[in-house]
């Protein structure tokens, strides 16, 4: 017994030349993505913030249960308020929590426990994994979370490359401040929070590089 009905595939196709060009096109692209530490305040169109949330909730999820919820926070005093207590978790993070090895890894990045972008950047988007539903008082099972909810996000930061803006995937630790903020229900974990915006005119990024293709694919 089928609950749902198939319907004939209508698949997006491309001759042999597209698909090199576009291919070619879309990777150029996305090897220009930089995680940005440093935003411009200016506004986004909210119609392009929406864009880029519903193509992330285009992703794979495990029994299509879509285990995800995204908030978007552009409110400044809500910012404001993420920021700090992210800070505060920072500080202890950097200044106790992290082992030396974790530190020195991250020395090259120039990250530490200060996260101004939380309030410059024109908007937060934050990512919940949905642990479970629940249905008529009932708990029913999400499967596959934690690897639907990444892929969702890796979707978002192609869209939000593909629109021309800039993001940091952001994982303040622990997190369990951007549930009682955003006052989310039990069911939610947060998973990770995402500045989005323009680049302030004099932001920098590390000079670093990507894995060439023979230092990561390997073929059979
Ligand atoms: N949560 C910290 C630490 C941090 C960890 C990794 I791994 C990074 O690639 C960058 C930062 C922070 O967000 O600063």
New binding site residues.
């Given amino acids: 017994m089928n609950d749902y009905p198939f319907i004939p595939f209508n698949p997006v196709r491309f001759s042999i030349e597209q698909m090199m060009e576009r291919s070619n096109q879309f990777y150029a692209l996305m090897q220009k993505r930089r995680?940005l530490r440093f935003f411009s305040d200016e506004k986004i169109p909210e119609i392009v913030l929406t864009n880029i949330i519903m193509t992330a909730g285009t992703a794979p999820s495990g029994a299509n249960k879509q285990p995800w919820a995204i908030c978007v926070v552009t409110n400044p005093e809500l910012k404001q308020a993420i920021r700090i207590a992210?800070e505060k978790?920072?500080q202890l993070?950097?200044s106790e929590r992290?082992p030396e090895e974790?530190l020195a890894?991250?020395a090259p990045?120039g990250?530490?426990?200060q996260?101004p972008f939380l309030e410059t950047a024109p908007a937060l988007i934050v990512f919940f994994k949905r642990n479970y539903e629940v249905v008529n008082g009932k708990k029913k099972n999400n499967y596959y979370v934690t690897e639907s909810v990444g892929i969702a996000v890796g979707l978002l930061l192609a869209a939000i490359q593909n629109a021309g803006l800039c993001a940091?995937?952001?994982?303040?630790?622990p997190m369990g401040f951007l549930k009682n903020l955003l006052q989310r229900p039990d069911n939610e974990t947060p998973f990770l929070l995402i500045p989005v915006g323009y680049p302030a005119p004099d932001a920098t990024v590390p000079d670093i590089a990507r894995k060439a293709a023979n230092d990561f694919i390997y073929r059979y």
């Fill in positions: 995680s992210a978790e920072e993070s950097y992290m974790w890894d991250l990045l990250t530490d426990w996260k940091l995937t952001h994982t303040p630790s």
